[in-house]
């Protein structure tokens, strides 16, 4: 099949250059690398080569394409020599004002019909287009590292890019392999916008000494089935690279609370503790591998209590069959007798807030996260409130340990962890929708593609419910008096009728 882009130029070849690259040669396209650096294309061309090379020895290449490939693949130390490719693309720093000169640069080297792309993560397309003479031929191309395994690409729209030329570009994309999907010219774009909420709202937890970064981490991948916990993911990704990309979004948007960033990260930056590549992140690296603190035992309970739970407690009659198969005494009293352990089971409110309200006795008092069904979960999370007894917290943790699943007793906070998290990022999702950065189908083709997550973000708001995730998101601005939790109205309306979060509006 004959490549949408015959002849590609790629300037930059770093990681992202040189992978973009590899790409093309296998859609057919001949490629040309430049880069400034000296030696850095031809580190490039021998890096493809060894990859390559790695196919052929694994049986997954046949040699003969591997000689095909290295002849679609040359490089020049003259931006001149570009002037016939039918795409260039750039993949250099990310700084404004030097990816505007470049592409000015091109502009003047290369036909009139010719794609200008760039692979900026968090600038504004319109922004660094903003000074072509040909803005129409411009567009943002966003792959994602390592680009032959993280098979989608944001294709973006500045305000004056052609309709043809982002056709092209998706058409291009499907030639790799990959997914594209459309975004607005908005910071962020679809993947870097839809993530704020995964590792912000987790840094506002552990500021606020809920959980430490292990066990936030458990919790996430135990109860949504998240690949990597959020502190995980910082580590691999790097501060160095995901705290710019926080404060970048944050201001772009003028300071928009949902997606404040966080001192935590901040500091960790300036210490030089940016993750796995340091040695040192959020978890010490021993020979590339975390270190992860060892879980809290079972604490043994001889004498268990009887237990009592509130009327108002979500999954109410879920949480007395789990209590039946654990052989818990319950307790079916109007009220609960003096021995009793308290079970409460809040979306958004924090249990010291619920044992005041219903009037609970609150050194007796325990929370229980139960926004989703327990039996597609592999851990339980239970939260103390200050006045909380030790052996009222040891006995819920024995109690809900007895069938084997994992346990995790946290601080008390307006929300569960997950239930901060997760409706967190369907609350960002929803504004998205709302502001037409992109369909739909699209925001969750980009975040599970993208970001790895077990489901987009719209599908865990339908998981959980919608009217669900506005009383979580609703309580909880109550108890913070944060804006940041102010829902969306596509989350309002949809949840106030019932519907799918991915029903389209007519």
């Known amino acids: 099949m004959q490549p949408i882009f015959p002849t590609v130029g790629i300037v930059g070849t770093g990681a992202m250059g040189r992978s973009i690259a590899q790409m093309a040669v296998q859609a057919g396209s001949q490629v040309i690398l430049f880069d400034l650096q000296p030696g850095a294309t031809e580190a490039a061309r021998r890096a493809l080569a060894d990859t390559w090379q790695k196919l052929v020895s694994k049986g997954k290449l046949e040699a003969t394409v591997l000689e095909t490939h290295l002849a679609r693949l040359s490089s020049t130390d003259t931006l001149s020599a570009l002037s016939g490719c039918h795409l260039v693309l750039e993949a250099i720093v990310e700084k404004l004002d030097v990816k505007q000169r470049l592409l000015a640069d091109l502009e003047a080297i290369v036909g009139p019909q010719t794609v200008l792309a760039t692979n900026t993560s968090s600038l504004s397309v319109t922004a660094i287009g903003a000074a072509l003479q040909r803005p129409a031929q411009f567009a943002g191309y966003h792959f994602f590292n390592p680009v032959p395994l993280m098979r989608v690409v ?3 729209a500045g305000l004056k890019t052609s309709p043809v030329v982002c056709q092209q570009l998706t058409d291009y994309a499907r030639q790799f392999g990959h997914t594209a999907v459309s975004a607005q010219d908005t910071p962020g774009f679809i993947v870097n916008h839809a993530g704020r909420g995964y590792g912000t709202e987790a840094l506002r937890v552990a500021s606020e000494r809920v959980a430490d970064f292990a066990t936030i981490d458990r919790i996430l991948r135990d109860q949504m089935g998240f690949r990597l916990g959020p502190f995980e993911l910082m580590d691999l990704t790097a501060l160095d690279v995901s705290h710019p990309v926080m404060e970048s979004i944050y201001r772009q948007y003028y300071d928009e609370p949902r997606y404040r960033p966080s001192v ?5 930056l300036a210490g030089g503790v940016v993750g796995k590549k340091a040695g040192e992140g959020f978890y010490i690296y021993d020979n590339g591998v975390a270190v992860v603190p060892a879980e809290p035992p079972v604490p043994p309970v001889a004498n268990p209590p009887p237990v009592w739970v509130s009327p108002k407690a979500a999954r109410r009659a879920e949480l007395y069959q789990l209590l039946k198969d654990l052989g818990a005494s319950i307790e079916t009293t109007q009220a609960p007798s003096a021995a009793a352990l308290i079970l409460v089971a809040p979306l958004g409110l924090d249990v010291t807030t619920l044992a005041a309200v219903e009037r609970l006795d609150p050194t007796r008092t325990i929370g229980i ?9 592999r851990r ?8 909380t007894r030790p052996d009222m917290r040891d006995a819920a943790h024995a109690l809900f340990a007895q069938d084997g699943k994992a346990v995790s007793v946290v601080k008390d906070s307006g929300g569960f962890v997950t239930q901060r998290v997760v409706a967190t990022i369907v609350n960002i999702a ?11 189908k699209d925001l969750e083709l980009a975040v599970t593609l993208g970001l790895g997550y077990p489901m987009g973000p719209l599908a865990m708001g339908d998981r959980i419910g919608p009217t669900n995730v506005l009383e979580i998101l609703f309580n909880m601005g109550t108890v913070y008096g944060d804006p940041r939790y102010r829902p969306s109205p596509w989350l309002r309306r949809r949840g106030a009728l019932g519907l799918s979060l991915m029903h389209e509006e007519a």
Do not use: F, H, K, Y
Request: overall charge negative; hydrophobic content about 35%; charged content about 20%.
């Open 154 to 156: 944001e294709v973006i």
């Open 369 to 377: 996260d139960m926004m989703l069904d327990d039996t597609t979960t």
């Open 380 to 387: 339980r999370v239970l939260a103390t409130n200050p006045a």
């Open 430 to 440: 929803s504004d998205m929708c709302q502001q037409g950065i992109c369909t739909p």
């Open 264 to 268: 935590i990260t901040a500091q960790r």
